[in-house]
């Protein structure tokens, strides 16, 4: 591996079997290749997690690029036609787990990286984005504020592009919550209804009224709010008996018309009238956000064009991702190259297009660097 050369760091990194939380060597392969261009790296192990933080000069305006080395799990490795951990290249495609997501993207910014540079340029990368995200990027964040290492902007490398390279721009994310119901009823036989009290009958009234209207029509930026329901259990296994309790399970997915305290109100309000008795547990994994059109992104549109020749749709659309922390402390956007396979057996990445990538980033750092 030389510098510059984002396949060979790829491959090595893609070698490392960082299956979250496990780094098997990943971030080690991370801090040498940094303090080989003259980054200061800091190891910030969280509970069992370990994260690095890495910048390169001290001046405005400081600019980090964010991603993780944590990978999901391979699957059946025995389906994969080109093993997930070998980093094989075969007719110019680079195969294996974290080819996309996002692995490939961490060494073609790396690789981007100049020689020197206005500002201050970092990067936090954690293990822990796979999983709980409880110890990573919003830890590393935290111990950033603490040091006075918080940046003006940041750049996170998911694989956000849907067909070719630099069609999308991720701006912001929907939010994202999950709720669990338990109704509570009176157990009684099914042939004399009215001396019990079915707890089915009044769940699914409350789970219709929820699911009959829309919540919002969307906006500027987002797509609209959905609220599904994921699941639903009854702990019964007889016929001629109204159990004493049901369950359901959602997921709510919502645009900044709406925040996860009053969605929470909103089901809250919803169940007690047609429930009396209920619990409810409500388990939060981002609020919705937004980095509206203006200098930054206006930059990485420039870049992107310069570097590709397309001009990038602003998008929102997806899951959550560690963007969703960063926002806490500064403006941030995702870029990157396609995820058509990511998370799926032989995932990966063409080689043409990390080179493109990492010209990309180059592009990027120029303009928010110069």
């Known amino acids: 591996m030389t510098a510059g050369d984002p396949v060979g760091l790829a491959r090595d990194l893609i070698r490392r079997a960082s299956v979250t939380p496990s780094d098997d060597g990943a971030l080690g392969v991370v801090q040498s290749a940094l303090e080989a261009r003259g980054f200061t790296c800091w190891r910030l192990p969280f509970g069992e997690v370990d994260n690095l933080f890495a910048r390169r000069g001290t001046a405005a305006p400081h600019f980090c690029f964010a991603g993780h080395t944590d990978v999901v799990p391979p699957g059946d490795a025995a389906a994969w036609v080109h093993p997930p951990f070998?980093?094989?290249?075969?007719?110019?495609?680079?195969?294996?787990?974290?080819?996309?997501?996002?692995?490939?993207?961490?060494?073609?910014?790396?690789?981007?990286?100049?020689?020197?540079?206005?500002?201050?340029?970092?990067?936090?990368?954690?293990?822990?984005e796979e999983g709980p995200a409880l110890d990573g990027t919003m830890r590393v964040l935290e111990w950033m504020a603490l040091n006075g290492h918080v940046p003006d902007?940041?750049?996170?490398?998911?694989?956000?592009?849907?067909a070719v390279l630099g069609d999308t721009l991720k701006i912001g994310r929907r939010g994202s919550m999950n709720a669990w119901v338990t109704v509570h009823g009176t157990q009684g036989h099914s042939a004399y209804p009215q001396r019990a009290d079915n707890p089915v009958h009044r769940l699914l009234a409350a789970l219709a009224e929820l699911t009959a209207t829309p919540l919002d029509a969307g906006s500027e930026f987002f797509e609209a709010s959905t609220l599904q329901v994921t699941g639903m259990a009854v702990d019964n296994t007889v016929t001629n008996i109204i159990p004493n309790q049901a369950r359901a399970f959602l997921n709510i997915r919502f645009n900044e018309r709406h925040t996860a305290a009053t969605l929470t109100a909103q089901l809250r309000e919803t169940f007690a009238r047609h429930a009396p008795r209920y619990d409810l547990r409500v388990v939060i994994s981002g609020e919705s956000f937004i980095t509206p059109p203006g200098p930054f992104v206006d930059a990485l549109v420039r870049a992107t064009i310069r570097a590709t020749g397309i001009t990038p749709a602003l998008?929102?659309?997806?899951?959550?991702?560690?963007?969703?922390?960063?926002?806490?402390?500064?403006?941030?956007?995702?870029?990157?190259?396609?995820?058509?396979?990511?998370?799926?057996?032989?995932?990966?990445?063409?080689?043409?297009?990390?080179?493109?990538l990492s010209a990309l980033y180059s592009e990027v750092i120029k303009e928010l660097l110069a």
């Open 315 to 356: 998008d929102t659309g997806g899951g959550t991702s560690d963007a969703r922390f960063i926002t806490r402390l500064c403006p941030v956007a995702e870029l990157g190259g396609v995820g058509n396979t990511m998370h799926q057996v032989d995932e990966c990445v063409p080689v043409a297009e990390l080179h493109a």
């Open 153 to 162: 902007m940041a750049l996170v490398g998911e694989p956000t592009s849907k």
């Open 86 to 128: 070998a980093a094989q290249i075969a007719n110019g495609i680079l195969y294996g787990r974290g080819a996309q997501d996002m692995k490939g993207a961490i060494a073609a910014f790396i690789a981007a990286i100049p020689e020197t540079n206005a500002g201050s340029l970092s990067l936090l990368i954690t293990g822990d």
